[in-house]
């Protein structure tokens, strides 16, 4: 059972629960689970001005995923920061590159899930998930989000991310603020919770007609 966690970070946020979520698929007998990035866009000079660059180098040794690669997945566990409450446009890019894979049906039947980091409190983390699912469902696969079984979710002592769609995290403004245990946890169970999925799903898989 092949896992892929295919994420893009600029600062570090999302590397971090991809880490966590691999970690929770991890768990799974018979999982193989792998980390991949998605290529940059940004300019090299733009990433050093901003600090992303030095951010990145924490994470650099993570394969680049090519489109086609996909198809070798049974689930995939996609994780991006929010842009505007949209995903961020490295991840927009390395998608809309995935048209042969739709036009031949390369996709359909894979478990698909998503997770991701804002700035703010209610920056869209929903809304980007939920928007991520519109590719996902184009492709034919079978959404997995993030059950209440998970309680974590209803944390109220503390401000969290966390929704029924996805893990999320929130940096904050600056980006100063790194993933909490809480979302970790979060993050964890759902890279274990898409796996249990993903392998009940190849036990009881049928031909189509």
């Not at 892929?4 to 880490?19: D, K, N, P, T």
């Not at 007998?29 to 733009?46: C, F, M, Q, T």
């Not at 996609?78 to 998608?95: E, K, V, W, Y």
């Amino acid at each position: 059972m092949k896992i892929q966690i295919v994420f893009y970070s600029m600062y570090g946020h999302v590397h971090l629960m991809a880490e966590a979520v691999a970690a929770g698929a991890g768990m799974i007998d018979g999982a193989e689970v792998s980390l991949w990035r998605v290529p940059e866009l940004v300019p090299e000079d733009k990433l050093k001005a901003s600090g992303a660059e030095a951010a990145q180098s924490a994470f650099s040794r993570v394969p680049l995923i090519a489109p086609a690669q996909l198809a070798e997945a049974d689930a995939i566990i996609f994780g991006t920061p929010t842009r505007f409450g949209n995903m961020a446009a490295q991840m927009r890019n390395f998608l809309d590159q995935t048209g042969k894979l739709w036009l031949n049906g390369s996709l359909i039947g894979k478990v698909g899930s998503v997770f991701t980091s804002t700035a703010t409190q209610h920056g869209g983390q929903e809304s980007t998930i939920l928007g991520f699912h519109t590719t996902l469902l184009h492709h034919g696969m079978v959404i997995v989000g993030l059950p209440y079984s998970e309680q974590r979710q209803m944390t109220m002592s503390e401000i969290s991310g966390g929704s029924p769609y996805g893990a999320s995290t929130i940096a904050g403004p600056d980006g100063s603020r790194k993933p909490s245990e809480n979302e970790l946890a979060m993050a964890r169970f759902q890279g274990h919770h898409v796996a249990q999925i993903t392998a009940a799903l190849l036990r009881g898989r049928i031909s189509g007609p």
